[in-house]
């Protein structure tokens, strides 16, 4: 894998995924006035900005220099993981579908094994990676929670469990 094609690749794809969830939103103003949904927007905006972060910090850092990579990943990783688990952690009042829930939970779980990888990258060794190879496929992962949770929203006008 060439880590720096990918991780080019990767940074671009997700802000422009940032920009067409930006324009979703500007398209849907109902979806404004209710605070669940501004804060569920909230979390799909970072499934896509924070990756993409995380991509331009792989780039700069490559495989020579892994701490210009891990460092970052690791705060960004704490960021999304909590502003997450916030929302986790208000929807269980305010209506939010339990695959919604779910959702977000997986997205707190690969939140933490970003971090984990960035602390300890030995662990990526017994699987024959290279730790930012590890971190590209949770990266990958989470946008694919991202795009489940935009496809929840654009394809249901009112999600029933």
Known sequence: MDVSTFYALFSTTCFALTGLWWNVVRAR?????????????????????????????????????????????????????????RLVSRSRGDGTTRAVRWTQAGTILVYTAIAVIGVFPQIATPVGLAPIQVEALLLITLVALGHALVWRYLVTEQVED
């Open 29 to 85: 103003r109902d979806w404004s006035s209710d605070p669940s949904m501004r804060r569920t927007i909230g979390g799909v905006y970072l499934s896509f900005l924070l990756p993409a972060l995380m991509g331009l910090f792989a780039q700069v850092g490559g495989t020579e220099n892994p701490i210009l990579w891990r460092a970052p990943f690791v705060v960004i990783a704490v960021v999304g993981g909590v502003s997450m688990l």
